[in-house]
């Protein structure tokens, strides 16, 4: 039986949490195969030998990719992609994990039904740390969202990237669109990010209001850990916000330009960002950024502030709003 969809899974030092992430596929069911691969970026704690264990007992179905050395997420994602035998591929990296048995079947049944449907991806909960679903958090996709879109579930990939941030490991695509990405995608401040605006310009993306899985923060080594260690450092959270904007700019050049006022307006919370952090707050308050501004709530208002004025005081307020 042919193999419809490859499930592509990172590791790095997730002893923790990456039996979660491999129960939560294997106790998939579905009408079709699936086959797990995991990138084990050669870990120095007992991540690999756990997933050797679930290989040894699975052996039809897990595959692990690795090396001698190790290849940092980026490439480790990249060679999974080029393992990978499936025409969709779905993503549940290390930390995270999918807590709906049918999540697969729900996506498969309806990319297949609609062959234009490049991306698909639903809601998740948000846990912190080692905690479990029954301690989760709220949905990461909130209907008070200004983009989220209340009248359908689909989405172009401007709209796409106004709507911000949605969980990695809901995506499933259709494999052939990032087979051979675009160079810019390899650099990419967020590897993610590029890869569902790719995907999805070449058809559309279909959004799944149900939390069929968890998104995990707080953990050691990820990219959020490291940029929380950023925190305060202006210099960096400048060139982070760049790497948006040049993400942005990249991907609206090879999009022949078809969503650019949608990009241009993703572009502005980053833009307006770095002119509060370079200190250029008269240019941040003129005419062009005034609909920006409009737009936030008095909550949304504090953060930005917060980012710009106090940004460690604010990292220390939401850490003890959590613990309470």
């Given at each position: 039986?042919?193999?419809?969809?490859?499930?592509?899974?990172?590791?790095?030092?997730?002893?923790?949490?990456?039996?979660?992430?491999?129960?939560?596929?294997?106790?998939?069911?579905?009408?079709?195969?699936?086959?797990?691969?995991?990138?084990?970026?050669?870990s120095?704690?007992?991540?690999?030998?756990?997933?050797?264990?679930?290989?040894?007992?699975?052996?039809?179905?897990?595959?692990?990719?690795?090396?001698?050395?190790?290849?940092?997420?980026?490439?480790?994602?990249?060679?999974?992609?080029?393992?990978?035998?499936?025409?969709?591929?779905?993503?549940?990296?290390?930390?995270?994990?999918?807590?709906?048995?049918?999540?697969?079947?729900?996506?498969?049944?309806?990319?297949?039904?609609?062959?234009?449907?490049?991306?698909?991806?639903?809601?998740?909960?948000?846990?912190?740390?080692?905690?479990?679903?029954?301690?989760?958090?709220?949905?990461?996709?909130?209907?008070?969202?200004?983009?989220?879109?209340?009248?359908?579930?689909?989405?172009?990939?401007?709209?796409?990237?106004l709507?911000?941030?949605?969980?990695?490991?809901?995506f499933i695509?259709?494999?052939?669109?990032?087979?051979?990405?675009?160079?810019?995608?390899?650099?990419a401040?967020?590897g993610?990010?590029?890869?569902?605006?790719?995907?999805?310009?070449?058809?559309?993306?279909?959004?799944?209001?149900?939390?069929?899985?968890?998104?995990?923060?707080?953990?050691?080594n990820?990219?959020?850990?490291?940029?929380?260690?950023e925190?305060?450092?202006?210099?960096?959270?400048?060139?982070?916000?760049?790497?948006y904007?040049?993400?942005?700019?990249n991907?609206?050049?090879?999009?022949?330009?078809?969503?650019?006022?949608?990009?241009?307006?993703?572009?502005?919370?980053?833009?307006?960002?770095?002119?509060?952090?370079?200190?250029?707050r008269?240019?941040?308050?003129?005419?062009?950024?005034?609909?920006?501004?409009?737009?936030?709530?008095?909550?949304?208002?504090?953060i930005?502030?917060?980012?710009?004025?106090?940004?460690?005081?604010?990292?220390?307020?939401?850490?003890?709003?959590?613990?309470?």
């Amino acid at each position: 039986m042919t193999v419809l969809v490859s499930v592509n899974c990172i590791t790095y030092n997730q002893e923790a949490y990456i039996r979660d992430a491999i129960e939560s596929v294997l106790m998939q069911i579905t009408d079709f195969q699936y086959e797990l691969l995991i990138g084990e970026d050669c870990s120095t704690d007992s991540t690999l030998q756990i997933v050797e264990e679930y290989a040894k007992e699975y052996p039809d179905k897990i595959r692990i990719i690795t090396s001698e050395r190790n290849v940092g997420a980026r490439q480790n994602s990249v060679r999974l992609q080029r393992e990978s035998k499936g025409k969709y591929i779905a993503i549940c990296e290390g930390d995270d994990y999918w807590i709906d048995p049918y999540k697969l079947q729900k996506q498969v049944d309806y990319m297949e039904a609609n062959p234009t449907c490049t991306l698909c991806f639903h809601n998740a909960f948000l846990v912190r740390g080692a905690k479990k679903e029954e301690e989760k958090k709220p949905s990461l996709i909130k209907k008070s969202n200004l983009y989220y879109n209340k009248a359908k579930s689909n989405y172009n990939a401007g709209e796409l990237a106004l709507l911000g941030f949605i969980p990695t490991s809901s995506f499933i695509y259709r494999r052939e669109f990032m087979d051979h990405p675009p160079e810019w995608y390899y650099t990419a401040v967020v590897g993610d990010n590029a890869l569902k605006l790719i995907t999805t310009s070449h058809g559309y993306a279909h959004f799944i209001d149900d939390n069929l899985g968890v998104y995990r923060i707080e953990v050691k080594n990820s990219m959020m850990d490291k940029w929380k260690k950023e925190e305060g450092q202006k210099e960096k959270q400048i060139a982070r916000n760049q790497g948006y904007i040049e993400l942005l700019d990249n991907f609206n050049r090879y999009s022949n330009y078809i969503y650019d006022n949608q990009i241009k307006k993703a572009k502005v919370p980053f833009e307006v960002l770095n002119l509060g952090l370079s200190g250029n707050r008269k240019r941040m308050k003129s005419e062009e950024y005034k609909e920006y501004f409009s737009s936030l709530n008095r909550k949304e208002r504090f953060i930005f502030a917060g980012n710009i004025y106090f940004p460690k005081s604010l990292s220390m307020l939401v850490r003890l709003k959590s613990f309470l």
